[in-house]
């Protein structure tokens, strides 16, 4: 149902208007009467009807001003200039406004009718074209990433299948130009690694700090393409680059329980330049892994430390080069990963008898309660309440074979604060009581 204001200070012509409206065009219709210019404009604010019919000559404010008024907070409205003969020139004052229609006083049942249906056709029209226009934005939107991706594989890899680097980045309405590349890589092992969160969680992150180009997950990295803004110099990209960076980095660990490894390649141009970005990116990617560090190409460039590649490698070398570099990332964090489980496991044989939460552990080693969770069970072999159990419950029979100390002392001892719960505990866990446990006088 579509709203049409009615503004005239007559009431029955008001009230005439309206009948038309609602014989002829039945059910079609909410109709607002505003009976001057004032509360004309006031009732399109507040209720923002479709068609407006407006009378020339009003008490207060007239007509052409209350319609410049409307036309201004309802650029998408029908508006209608109703006046009589002796005011026929107002309505050349109206078309500036985009008055099309003009009704001349007193308006014909069949003239007003034949009217307000065209003017309702041209809603309907514009209601499907709307409609249609959101539709293809959407299914436009849902193909971005896809193109997204296809570009980003054309500058990592030089995979062509089809339209160019250059096509596609203008149908993206995103120029080769001035641009960097930063990899995050994926150390550790598959399992521990939800592909699909850190592809979204990385992707939302990159797209809130601008334009850019974000790739699938490859070979256990994904890239990202940023473009430097207008009127930024070299050094406030830089700056700015590892401050995204960082920011990559935390939050992905934070969202995900995934530490990635950050490199930036430098500043270039052309399908060729990000391609060259992508590579630094890839083997800046591979430093400062041991303590989740950001590291910008142009920064080993000067050091050229051990493994730097060099900057005239062929084409197939770089991606020979790309995945031992990938590797080397992975047998790093693995070798660090079994560390921060010694470091753990040391710590928790201290401190069993005390109260003690994962939390506290992951603290211990500085990781994410979630992402410390997965690898300690995937390199213990069991969760970290059955590996605590288990010290407690070692403990509480060795002391129990000791004979010093009462039942309820080995429960307070080995760090349960209830008796009963501690029992269900060590029947669980040896499938005895405590109590039988001692009556044997020796292991089960």
């Known amino acids: 149902?579509?709203?049409?204001?009615?503004?005239?200070?007559?009431?029955?012509?008001?009230?005439?208007?309206?009948?038309?409206?609602?014989r002829m065009l039945p059910d079609v219709f909410e109709v607002i009467h505003a009976e001057n210019g004032r509360r004309a404009i006031e009732l399109a604010e507040e209720r923002r009807p479709h068609i407006v019919l407006m009378d020339v000559q009003m008490p207060g404010?007239?007509?052409?001003?209350?319609?410049?008024?409307?036309?201004?907070?309802?650029?998408?409205?029908?508006?209608?200039?109703?006046t009589a003969y002796d005011y026929f020139s107002y309505a050349q004052e109206a078309m500036p406004l985009g008055v099309k229609e003009y009704v001349v006083k007193p308006a014909g049942r069949e003239q007003m009718a034949g009217l307000l249906r065209r003017l309702v056709d041209e809603l309907d029209r514009e209601k499907d074209k709307r409609s249609e226009?959101?539709?293809?934005?959407?299914?436009?939107?849902?193909?971005?990433?896809?193109v997204e991706n296809e570009l980003a594989l054309m500058l990592m890899i030089d995979h062509v299948r089809g339209a160019s680097p250059a096509e596609l980045s203008e149908w993206l309405g995103f120029p080769l130009i001035d641009c960097r590349c930063l990899v995050a890589a994926v150390p550790g092992p598959d399992s521990a690694v939800d592909r699909t969160a850190l592809y979204e969680t990385v992707r939302r992150i990159a797209k809130s700090h601008g334009p850019c180009i974000v790739s699938s997950i490859l070979e256990r990295h994904l890239a990202v393409f940023r473009r430097r803004p207008p009127q930024t110099s070299?050094?406030?990209?830089?700056?700015?680059?590892?401050?995204?960076?960082?920011?990559?980095?935390d939050a992905v660990?934070?969202?995900?329980?995934?530490?990635?490894?950050?490199?930036?390649?430098?500043?270039?141009?052309?399908a060729d330049g990000l391609r060259s970005s992508y590579f630094e990116a890839v083997f800046a990617s591979t430093f400062d892994v041991r303590d989740g560090g950001v590291c910008l190409f142009e920064d080993l460039k000067q050091a050229k430390p051990d493994g730097y590649p060099g900057d005239d490698l062929e084409r197939d070398d770089r991606r020979s080069y790309v995945m031992s570099a990938l590797l080397r990332i992975r047998e790093i964090r693995e070798e660090q990963t079994f560390s921060v489980?010694?470091?753990?496991?040391?710590?928790?044989?201290?401190?069993?008898?005390?109260?003690?939460?994962?939390?506290?552990?992951?603290?211990?080693?500085?990781?994410?309660?979630?992402?410390?969770?997965?690898?300690?069970?995937?390199?213990?072999g069991e969760t970290f309440i059955d590996f605590?159990?288990?010290?407690?419950?070692?403990?509480?029979?060795?002391?129990?074979?000791?004979g010093r100390l009462s039942l309820k002392e080995i429960c307070y001892e080995v760090g349960y604060k209830d008796p009963n719960y501690f029992s269900r505990v060590?029947?669980?866990?040896?499938?005895?009581?405590?109590?039988?446990y001692r009556s044997s006088g020796s292991p089960s």
Do not use: C
Not at 133 to 146: H, I, Y
Not at 342 to 362: C, N, W
Not at 388 to 402: F, P, Q, V, W
């Open 133 to 146: 226009e959101l539709e293809l934005r959407s299914k436009v939107s849902s193909l971005q990433p896809l």
């Open 388 to 402: 605590l159990t288990g010290l407690r419950i070692d403990r509480a029979k060795e002391l129990i074979e000791e």
């Open 61 to 82: 404010i007239q007509g052409i001003e209350a319609l410049r008024e409307i036309r201004r907070l309802l650029p998408d409205a029908k508006l209608v200039l109703v």
């Open 253 to 270: 660990l934070d969202q995900t329980g995934t530490r990635l490894s950050i490199g930036i390649g430098t500043l270039r141009s052309g």
């Open 426 to 436: 060590f029947k669980k866990v040896t499938g005895v009581a405590p109590s039988e």
């Open 234 to 249: 070299d050094d406030e990209w830089k700056e700015e680059a590892v401050r995204f960076g960082e920011k990559l980095r």
């Open 341 to 380: 489980i010694d470091r753990a496991k040391a710590y928790i044989r201290r401190r069993f008898a005390e109260e003690l939460s994962l939390e506290d552990v992951a603290e211990h080693v500085h990781l994410n309660p979630f992402y410390f969770s997965k690898v300690f069970k995937q390199h213990v």
């Open 1 to 22: 149902m579509y709203r049409l204001l009615i503004a005239d200070d007559e009431e029955l012509e008001r009230q005439g208007l309206e009948w038309i409206a609602r």
